[in-house]
């Protein structure tokens, strides 16, 4: 005759269903207290079921070792189970997108061209999946305005405005790429309040905006937990960690050994929206400026800064439904128009513009604003580039030094040559060689990638950089006796319209 813990497994089987992540993480759905739920097979949630049904079947509280040898057996299953890819807070099934509401009747949202609706269960083919410390969303109000955030933020001008609600709409989608919220602006500028605000938005928790981790499988790790990260009061970017943030908003791809008693390795990738904010404007490389939308704002004035974050954050609360209500209309809008609607060509993710153009008339903007107005942000990024790269700021006081004395402003020569042309005392008054012991400039040998960065971040300002790319050689070299040239920069005339 079966045991009690085998008789316990053959009456839970029938009511549990199992899938793995493609990384082989473990989860399991089931029902409880009338509710469908998902969990990680090993996670506290299924535990505190097994117990509980173990108890209701034998009048009997189940022995440690029993709990854990149900577990241990279901693993086995759920290792043979289907793949799925969950999501923490929001996952797009054919035509609708579905949210976690995370509250305690276990509903869910549920967007399409025809409306929003609350949702007691959703398919099973939408593995969404509540992590810890995660907080619901308020029930939204139908018909809510999205303009009463306005009174609670500090946002800047309208331009501003409008590429924060495109922000907050590309973050309210499961796509493969999102772009980087940059916020930056002095001491009492309102950068925490309106990171902390977005958060309990767009991905409610209990947390507030964290510190930068300095890992990338750290930062993987946050993402695996959270739809939304925000990182907040950052005085600057290495450049590993700008690679990593440029790879979490297209795909961050995370290497890590299973167990610390074996030598299994899983990989996993996730892809994230990102808050950033600090005092110094952040973006210093190219790369990173091509995926952020950047928002500078000026110090509160006095007669505005009465209210302490907590107070707004109070205030905020009280039009969270009606805000949420009136973001979900906007969807409604984005999923209505995104097949048809035709937008100029876009400099950063056209993605991301295409689905925000989608809304535009909803909101009342016109045509083709949304995009004007991202382009231009995006150029700017790419132009403090200048400010904040200490390599392309050099290039450009050189090349401004050399035409004010008359001399062509133009190289073309080795690497090497290259570091002793940045040290004319006149343009540079900097000592080239302590800069890259600093690691302010590149080395020698990673001059060539650290060019490939800068290069498109240039152009717009007249700065042509040829050669780092093998097969441009033919198309600068213009002195046949230059055997040794591997790379050749040249100040153009730039246009108008990129100046203005």
């Keep these: 005759m079966p045991n009690i813990t085998t008789r316990t497994v053959e009456a839970l089987e029938d009511m549990v269903s199992f899938f793995q992540s493609r990384d082989e993480m473990l989860y ?39 709990t854990e040898a149900i577990v241990d057996w279901f693993k086995g299953k759920c290792l043979a189970s289907p793949r799925l890819d969950p999501s923490v807070r929001v996952k797009k099934h054919l035509e609708d997108t579905w949210f976690n509401m995370c509250d305690k009747d276990w509903r869910y949202l549920k967007v399409n061209k025809e409306g929003w609706t609350l949702e007691s269960e959703c398919p099973l083919e939408v593995p969404l999946v ?41 973050v309210m989608r499961d796509e493969k790429e999102y772009p980087i919220l940059v916020i930056s602006g002095q001491q009492g500028s309102g950068k925490t309040t309106l990171s902390d605000i977005l958060m309990t938005l767009l991905d409610p928790h209990g947390d507030t905006p964290a510190s930068l981790p300095k890992k990338e499988s750290d930062i993987g790790t946050t993402a695996r937990h959270r739809h939304l990260l925000a990182f907040d009061n950052i005085s600057g970017l290495k450049w590993d960690v700008s690679d990593s943030l440029c790879k979490l908003s297209t795909g961050l791809s995370v290497s890590q050994r299973s167990l610390y008693t074996n030598g299994e390795l899983y990989q996993y990738t996730v892809t994230r929206p990102v808050i950033l904010n600090g005092i110094p404007n952040l973006v210093n490389r190219d790369d990173l400026a091509r995926r952020v939308i950047s928002l500078h704002l000026d110090k509160i004035p006095a007669e505005k800064n009465g209210k302490g974050i907590s107070q707004v954050k109070r205030d905020f609360l009280k039009d969270n439904a009606s805000i949420l209500g009136g973001l979900l209309d906007t969807l409604v809008a984005c999923h209505k128009n995104v097949d048809t609607i035709e937008v100029p060509q876009s400099k950063g993710f056209t993605e991301v513009a295409r689905w925000v153009e989608a809304g535009a008339a909803h909101l009342g903007w016109e045509p083709g604003e949304f995009t004007r107005i991202y382009n231009e942000n995006r150029l700017g990024s790419s132009s403090n580039l200048v400010e904040t790269n200490h390599l392309a700021r050099t290039i450009m006081k050189t090349l401004a030094y050399l035409k004010e004395q008359g001399s062509p402003p133009q190289f073309e020569g080795t690497y090497e040559q290259l570091i002793q042309w940045f040290c004319i005392p006149s343009a540079s008054q900097y000592n080239v060689d302590q800069a890259v012991r600093d690691k302010k400039l590149p080395t020698s040998y990673s001059w060539r990638s650290e060019l490939l960065r800068i290069r498109d971040g240039l152009e717009p300002l007249g700065v042509k950089i040829y050669g780092v790319d093998k097969r441009e050689f033919r198309q600068w070299r213009t002195n046949d006796a230059a055997r040794l040239a591997k790379v050749a920069i040249q100040l153009h005339n730039v246009p108008n319209e990129t100046t203005s």
Excluded: C
Aim: hydrophobic share 30%; no cysteine.
């Design 28 to 66: 399991v759905r089931f029902a409880w207290k009338k509710k469908q739920r998902i969990s990680k097979l090993q996670g506290s949630s299924f535990r505190a079921y097994v117990q509980e049904f173990y108890y209701n079947l034998h009048q009997d509280i189940p022995p440690k070792a029993a």
């Design 130 to 170: 509540r992590e810890s410390s995660v907080s619901s969303y308020p029930e939204p109000t139908p018909g809510g305005d999205l303009e009463l955030l306005k009174k609670h933020i500090h946002y800047g001008d309208e331009d501003q405005w409008k590429l924060l609600v495109g922000f907050m709409l590309s």
